[in-house]
């Protein structure tokens, strides 16, 4: 069972797949072509609802002590895994098609796991890790820099540590799926598939931290990014694939004309990830003197989806999307004066992405906020930091 506890604990990437089949919905095509633009407005205020599903088994686990005999796992885990992230966008200025300065709050940013491994003696893992960032009294403001093409970020309100922003993106628009051209129903358009992760990890990567003591491995697992968190491993200089296009339909009228276009893609990833392995050992491993050797990861996913575009408004309404992953990795520690052992496993499974966006009321925002408060650590509750994970068998 410690043999499974250790490669799981060093396990990485489960990028999310894509998407099912097109939504049913009989309607007059227009023949002419469409414009597909994304066209944020002053004073609108969204809210961004995303929830990713996984599914994940593993079919082979492989294990061997140096200088003796490969020995091949009969315990084979499952995990499965629920992650989501709901934000309140107010856009409170922009020019050109461009958002000038936006403010955010993460009314949710959390991620669910269960690690079962189906033995009579052994009871399931089961934790939930949260966002510091999914504070509602807490909200930050992004403004755009015309020298450097970029957006700067700062709290408001209730202030954190800067750090917790070092990861996150402004953009979860879709904007980057859009064709620089018109088109018709039946034209597609090829995506560069960097653009993938931009569904699969909306708002970008969130420092989540445990909630109460417990479940040491399984937490590390999903911090290393299996089941979730989908950016803490995309390797965008690995990437091979492609991410499609095409536009199917067009439905509505007035202010309801929505564009339907299927997506479908394939990715092949792979990184070492010896790293960040290392910062996320446990207790245990930590007093046995244990390193990280090699922590390589292969990951490939396939799946398809649809993008509803409103058109009227000029922003995504809906997307969904579908698909299969397999996860290869292979994990290399070694123990003070002990020989090293290396571990394989292999995981096959299914993972479901949904959002959808909604108007706010502006009465339902928080209160005004004050710019460059007195700053404050992250309050000290039972969360651990990454690189931290405390307790639970290893």
Known sequence: ?????????????????????????????????????????????????????????????????????????????????????????????????????????????????????????????????????????????YSHVPDEDSYGAYFDQSAMVESLLGGVRLHNTCASLLPSEPVRVGDSWNVELKHLIELLAPTGAMDYRQIKPGGGMLIRTLLMGVGGCAESVWNPSDLKGHLRCKMVRVVGKGELVMAHVELDYKFVTSQDRSAAAEELQMLGESRRGTIVLHNGVRHSGEGAGTLIWNMALNRAHTYRLNGTQLLELEVQTQALHQPAVTQRMTLKGTAEVQYRASVVQSNEFPRPWTRNPRERSVPDTAESKPGKVESGGD
């Open 1 to 141: 069972m410690k043999r499974i506890a250790h490669v799981l604990g060093a396990l990485l990437l489960v990028s999310i797949a894509l998407p099912s089949g097109p939504f049913q919905q009989d309607a007059k095509v227009p023949s002419e072509p469409v414009t597909l633009r994304y066209v944020p407005k002053a004073k609108e205020r969204i809210q961004h609802n995303w929830v990713a599903t996984h599914k994940l088994a593993a079919t082979q686990v492989l294990s061997q002590i140096e200088g003796e005999a490969l020995r091949t796992e009969t315990v084979l885990p499952t995990l499965d895994t629920k992650e989501r992230r709901v934000t309140t966008d107010w856009i409170q200025r922009a020019q050109g098609g461009r958002i000038q300065r936006m403010r955010r709050i993460w009314n949710e940013a959390a991620i669910w796991g269960k690690l079962d491994f189906h033995v009579p003696e052994v009871d399931p893992l089961e934790v939930t890790l949260k966002s510091p960032l999914g504070n509602p009294s807490t909200s930050v403001v």
